[in-house]
């Protein structure tokens, strides 16, 4: 299995996607505080055209919540890029068919999906601690983080929201065919949480709200409040990958 993660780390960098996604990332990180720095200056832009139509703004006092509030707007887009870079870890590799070699030697197929799905949660963890680094350390900068309440735990909700979606990246890719069909299954479900979240009997455990950093941050919520869907993610991630390595014993390469 290490030596199978040693492989799938080089091709990573071999097919360039970690270098993009490393670069993505970073610009998203730096984008959430350059934005809110750059809201005075655009405001006081659209007083000028605004004063002619009898339209008066108001000064804008901007501070850090303003930059986290541009991070969870953002981080949905850089989890939609990794998805996308990520459809074709399994079904590539069904095409090539380079999977049959290291299946006829021996090697346990529940390691080739586990070692796989390991190295996914790890990209993830990776990436996401880059963007809120970089949002964090220039609003530290700039304003003071001590603004936002529950920090800390609102990054780990959003966090663990991106491992649920990674498992789902796995369990699909484990059976199905092509790259497109893993994007449609993934996307599938976590549309449908979203339109389950719109009930607010079924919200609180879903793991979908776990996307609600902002209401923590702003003090409208407390952490109780998502015990439930943390725990749901937390399953759902264990049953994918149980459910992921199942499929894929029973699928021919």
């Known amino acids: 299995m290490r030596a199978f993660m040693k ?3 080089m091709e990573w960098g071999r097919t360039g996607r970690l270098l993009v996604l490393v670069l993505v990332f970073a610009v998203l990180g730096i984008l959430n505080p350059a934005l809110a720095r750059l809201t005075p200056w655009m405001m006081e832009i659209l007083s000028e055209s605004l004063a002619e139509t009898g339209v008066s703004v108001t000064d804008v006092t901007v ?3 303003v930059s ?3 991070f969870y707007k953002n981080i949905p887009m850089g989890l939609i890029v990794f998805v996308l870079l990520c459809s074709g870890s399994f ?3 069904y095409q090539k068919g380079t999977l049959i070699p290291a299946v006829t030697k021996g090697l ?3 390691k080739i999906l586990l070692a796989k799905s390991a190295m996914m949660a790890a990209v993830w963890t990776g990436l996401y601690i880059l963007c809120a680094g970089i949002t964090y350390a220039y609003n530290a900068y700039f304003w003071d983080n ?3 309440d529950h920090l800390f735990l609102a990054l780990f909700l959003t966090w663990l929201l991106g491992l649920w979606v990674t498992g789902l990246v796995i369990f699909f890719s484990a059976v199905s065919r092509s790259g ?3 994007l449609l299954g993934t996307g599938a479900v976590v549309l449908g949480m979203y339109l389950l979240g719109l009930f607010p009997k079924f919200s609180m455990y879903l793991p979908i709200r776990l996307l609600d950093g902002m209401v923590l941050l702003k003090g409208a ?3 109780g409040d998502y015990f439930a869907s943390m725990a749901a993610a937390a399953i759902l991630i264990v049953l994918t990958n149980v459910l992921g390595v199942f499929c894929f014993n029973r699928k021919a390469l």
């Open 91 to 93: 079904t590539s590799e």
């Open 7 to 9: 492989k799938e780390w």
């Open 221 to 223: 919520g407390v952490p």
């Open 68 to 70: 986290w509030t541009q």
């Open 63 to 65: 501070d850090a919540m």
């Open 108 to 110: 346990p197929r529940r």
């Open 146 to 148: 001590g603004i936002a």
């Open 180 to 182: 497109s069909q893993v």
